[in-house]
């Protein structure tokens, strides 16, 4: 990127610095003419300082941390908080933010929202609204790791660069990357949210004892990939489900989060037909079963659909993309083959 590019963009940021705060430094807030946050990548905190008008110390966007010394402009911000490497990619979400963002951030300066209770659906909401798109992050990544390269209809997913994670009440607060993943119900309501907590330098799950967790209403919702029809596929986790996305990548599939939802998962009206993709395990084959004869007596027709090894995203992973292809060829049926499966390159 050309010098005089970064600056425009720089000074673009600079126009709306207090909304590019809220978005990107969410941990702090306004003080004064200055947004406080415990450092660049969001930490709780008030030793950094961001100038949101331009004074004659200097221009809006311009930063400073009293506890480190480092300094920046808010293309410093997005690189960090986002966990950004290429300046390409920063400038693509610096003019991504620039094309979305309100018009006037102020406008919402004096609103405070009264705490949300823990785990409840509406501190789901808050997360997924608090969270950003995958592109370009560790979530793409880490998905990229799996195997999970084409994101087709994959808007339920989204990226924290620093979510709170605690191992139990009496543990201190940490914060990690993350991939939120939105629950939702039959209309398309947010009920819950999952967090899968990240290793930005391994692009893999963060070395903490519970690196999954949900919260929120579950019982009976799922997230979900695609738009529902006559025709779709559920499974428990969220890189199974994808994985199969992979080769059927307009089938309409949900991830249910766990075998005894996947049990649970509510039919939509439309529904005629439901692939059920079990992991290899006793509690796959027992959410496989109740689905089964719950789909059936709702007059809807059930198939299952096996991995090769203990679930569609280690077939992915060790066998590859075409052996996974294949199965899924000879289990789904040749009609829906032909409607939803992707042609081999």
Not at 46 to 74: C, F, I, N, Q
Not at 202 to 229: N, S, W, Y
Not at 325 to 333: K, T
């Amino acid at each position: 990127m050309a010098r005089q590019d970064a600056s425009d963009l720089a000074h673009s940021l600079g126009r709306q610095a207090e909304a590019v705060c809220r978005h990107y430094l969410s941990s702090g807030r306004r003080e004064g003419g200055y947004w406080r946050v415990g450092d660049v990548r969001n930490a709780p905190g008030r030793s950094m300082y961001v100038r949101l008008k331009d004074t004659p110390k200097g221009p809006a966007g311009k930063w400073t941390d009293a506890a480190t010394g480092e300094h920046g402009d808010l293309l410093d911000v997005i690189r960090e908080s986002c966990g950004l490497i290429d300046f390409t990619d920063v400038a693509d979400e610096a003019r991504t933010f620039l094309s979305t963002a309100p018009a006037e951030p102020e406008a919402c300066e004096h609103q405070q929202q009264s705490p949300a209770p823990h785990g409840s659906p509406e501190a789901a909401r808050r997360l997924v609204r608090m969270s950003q798109p995958i592109r370009h992050t560790i979530v793409q990544a880490y998905l990229r790791e799996r195997g999970v390269t084409d994101l087709r209809g994959t808007g339920s997913l989204h990226f924290h660069p620093h979510c709170y994670y605690r191992h139990d009440e009496h543990s201190p607060t940490e914060t990690w990357p993350a991939m939120i993943a939105e629950v939702t119900d039959l209309d398309g309501k947010i009920t819950g949210a999952h967090r899968t907590w990240l290793d930005p330098r391994r692009r893999d799950k963060a070395p903490i004892e519970t690196p999954r967790r949900a919260m929120g209403d579950l019982l009976g919702h799922a997230v979900r990939f695609g738009i529902g029809g006559e025709v779709m596929a559920a499974g428990e986790g969220i890189e199974t489900v994808l994985s199969l996305r992979q080769v059927l990548p307009d089938m309409p599939m949900l991830a249910a989060l766990s075998a005894a939802h996947l049990a649970a998962i509510l039919f939509a009206d439309t529904l005629r037909r439901l692939y059920i993709m079990r992991d290899n395990d006793p509690a796959g084959n027992r959410a496989r079963d109740t689905l089964i004869e719950r789909a059936n007596a709702a007059g809807i027709e059930a198939i299952a659909i096996s991995p090769e090894l203990d679930d569609f995203n280690e077939d992915l992973r060790t066998l590859g993309l075409e052996t996974l292809r294949m199965e899924a060829r000879l289990q789904v049926a040749p009609q829906d083959v032909a409607r939803f499966m992707a042609l081999a390159t």
